[in-house]
Every structure is written in C-alpha cells, then in structure tokens.
C-alpha cells in the first residue's frame, strides 16, 4: 500500500487543518469533536443544513460547506459513520434560529447517529428536520443499509436545498426540497479497481485485470454482477437503463445528468462517459438541461464511475443554477 499519508490515526485531523489552510475564507473547523462550518456561521434568521458520513468520500461533504449550501458537515474515520455528539455539536454550532436540517445517506450507522444527534438538539429547543437520501438503484440492501444506498443524488439535493436555505426558505420548506430531490434523482455506479482502506492496509475487494463491479457502493460494497471488462459507451448503457427504469423517466423529461468519478478516474474518461450519457438521452427524448461532472462524491483512489440522472422542474432548475461558493463547488458569486 503506498498512500501519502503519516499516521493512519491521524489521517482525518491531518486532513481537515489542510482544508482549513486551504480554505480559510469559506470554513472553519473544530476538532474534538470534528467538524466543519461555514466562515461566520452560524447566519442568523436561515435554516441550516448539516450533513456528514464517513471520510475518504471527498470533496462529500465537507468540500460543500459554505454559501449556497451546506452550514456544517461531519466527517467521520474513513468509511465510518460521524458519532452523535459530532452531528450535535455540529447543529448546535449551526443553528441560527430557523431551524437545521439534516441529510443524511442511507446507511444504518448514519441514520441512528444522526436520529441521536436530533433528539438531543431537539431537548434544546433546536428545531431539526431530517431527510434520508436512498437513490441507488443497484441493489435494495447491502452490507452498510436497510433499504438503497444514498450516494450521487447527496451532493445534488445539497446544492438544491442549500439554495432555498440561503433565500430564506422555511424549515419545512427546505427539508421538502431535499425530498422532491430525493423521490426525483437515481443513481447507480461502478468500479475497475477496488479502494485500500488506510487502517486496512490491503485492497477492499479484488477485481482482475479484465474485470469489472456493475452497480458497487462507495465503501466497496458488492453491487449486481462481476463481468469481463467493457468499452465505456457499453458501460455506460449498463449503468444507465436501470437508472433511467426505475423512476421512471420518460420522453420530454427535463434532466440534470451527473457523471462522477470514483476517485481514480481521469477527467478525460469522465468526459468519455458524458458523451455517451447525452447521446444515449437524446435517444430516449430526454432534454438534457444541465450537467455537472467530476469527481464529486469518492471512494478514497477507486477508479470507476457513477451516473445520476436528476428530474427537473423550473423550482430545481432555478435552485440549481442558484449561487453557490464552496472549496468543492461554486459558480454565480
């Protein structure tokens, strides 16, 4: 295993002060009990977002905190879900007065911290509001879930929510976006290589020179089917049809299509995959509106890609094209 790292105990800490010297106009952090802010936080009079999962996903979330969209973000160990008195202490931190909201992936540590994390800013008299996203279409559970796995959609209901928080939307308003995002976006992902876990020190899975994972997770999950390596328009077609089945999308639909990289992919493969994600869209009489690609939400140096398809309507679509000013994302400021 070769990684640039000092200490595997120290790799999350060591990685939050380089973002906070990074990025010291946007964020701020706090260790014990680690988290990050917005620069000023908390704004008074606007509802808050807070999210967080395990580290080794960057930029998710914490490249995504600041104007226009997250106000606080809890990362945990690598592949790890954030503890309670993290995701408390994060809200408290946040709370402006409107409430907070919590997004959350669907996996069962996240879920159960964060409920935790809830009740006790609740006892405070901190109004929070929690939306689960659950968009992968791969498999229905897996190792880390009840029920689909929360992955591209995350960073896509984020900016769209975020937006509505910044105009000053209500509590109830802003956790209904998150939601629509949620009922409207499908994902579903895959993987050339595995990913080496630091504390681990060895590959998560083997997967041989020829092969390939259809429908993986972002921790090294098993996804649908182990086959023999394809060419990336093949790929792409594989990925897609259960994404696009499964909402199910339909000729006419207006769509902000996600091309995102595992960690180990070359912009230039992304771009590859893109064109085909257009041209396969405009067979199927989608009306492509907006695009976002990059590598987004990561599984530490796995080379694969996933694919989120986002139903729009003219509210998402203004939410989305919406300033936002982040380490990771940022347009329109």
Sequence with gaps: MKKLINQVDDVVAEALRGMAAAHP??????????????????????VALVSGGGSGHEPMHGGFVGAGMLAGAC????????????????????SGGAGVVHIVKNYTGDVLNFEMAA??????????????????????????????????????????????????GSLVEVADVVRTVNASGR????????????SAGEPTFEL????MEIGIGIHGEPGRERMPLE??????????EPVLSDLPFRSGDRVLAFVNGMGGTPLIELYVAMRR????????????????????????????????????????????????????LRWGM
Excluded at 231 to 240: E, H
């Design 25 to 46: 106009d946007l964020i701020e952090i706090n260790l014990g009990p680690d988290y990050v802010v917005r620069k000023g936080a908390p704004v008074q009079g606007r």
């Design 75 to 94: 990362p945990g160990a690598v592949f790890t879900s954030p503890t309670p008195d993290q995701i408390h202490e994060c809200t408290r931190r946040v």
């Design 119 to 168: 009740e006790l800013a609740q006892a405070e008299g901190i109004e929070v509001a929690s939306a689960v996203i659950d968009d992968d279409v791969a498999v229905k559970d897996s190792l880390y879930t009840a029920g689909r796995r929360g992955v591209g959609t995350t960073v896509l209901a984020e900016k769209i929510a975020g937006a509505r928080a910044e105009e000053g």
């Design 187 to 198: 994902s579903m992902g895959m993987a050339l290589t595995s990913c080496t876990v630091p």
């Design 208 to 211: 041989g020179e020829d092969e």
């Design 231 to 240: 060419p990336a328009d093949r790929i792409v077609d594989r990925l897609l």
């Design 277 to 328: 994600v257009a041209e396969a869209l405009g067979e199927a009489g989608l009306r492509l509106e907006r695009t976002l690609v990059g590598s987004y939400i990561t599984s530490l140096e796995m080379a694969g890609l996933s694919i989120t398809m986002l139903r729009l309507d003219d509210e998402l679509l203004r939410l989305w094209d919406a300033p936002v000013h982040t380490p990771a």
